[in-house]
């Protein structure tokens, strides 16, 4: 059996207790004579659980001074159409986001971008994104690249929190680059989960 060590960082004497409690219960039972194998699964369960509740505290504790130390970087993925001859042409990037976390190195996004669409921060998260991806744009057609296109994903939660279209076509306007160089994108899922206004946001953007 292999046991990983984990390092937390306790904050309060409640969370010391917590934790506490709760490697005194999952050692006690893992070596009870008797203990069945649906019990201690329950108990790693309530562990991996645990884990999880206090790393989304800590991002949740540490998201707005991320942003304010601008520690999420916008990595540039070429976009290539590819025909299934030996032709492919290149036509655009896609913007993807890394945390740059002093303390535990660089995450992806499938460790925060979830936490902060269920606590409603990531409307935050994207306008950061496209004010870092405008001002690329704009960085290009200074210097004489007005080709290039760099997309840029919504999420629904988004359309919760602040008005999407007015947002974009303000940060567009500000910063004179060409609509066209910035497209959006927003997944089908996210798309079906408000789907009247997704609709009418992807046509108004599209006339825009």
Request: net charge negative; proline share 2%; with cysteine.
């Amino acid at each position: 059996m292999n046991i990983n060590d984990c390092i937390i960082r306790l904050e309060t004497e409640k969370d010391f207790r917590a934790v506490e409690n709760l490697v005194r219960e999952s050692f006690w039972n893992v070596y009870r004579p008797g203990a069945s194998e649906h019990y201690l699964l329950s108990v790693m369960r309530k562990d991996k659980n645990f884990i999880n509740a206090l790393f989304e505290k800590k991002v949740l504790n540490e998201f707005d001074i991320a942003l304010f130390e601008e520690q999420f970087k916008i990595y540039l993925q070429p976009q290539i159409a590819y025909s299934g001859t030996e032709n492919e042409r290149y036509f655009g990037t896609e913007a993807l986001v890394r945390w740059h976390n002093p303390t535990r190195g660089i995450l992806y996004p499938d460790s925060f971008i979830g936490i902060l669409e269920k606590n409603g921060l990531i409307h935050k998260l994207d306008r950061y994104i496209w004010e870092k991806v405008a001002n690329k744009l704009k960085d290009w057609k200074e210097r004489g690249f007005n080709g290039i296109s760099i997309s840029v994903n919504i999420s629904a939660k988004d359309l919760y929190y602040i008005d999407v279209y007015q947002t974009l076509t303000e940060i567009v306007s500000r910063n004179g680059i060409s609509p066209k160089n910035m497209n959006i994108e927003i997944t089908e899922a996210g798309f079906m989960e408000n789907f009247e206004n997704s609709k009418k946001l992807m046509e108004d953007l599209q006339n825009y």
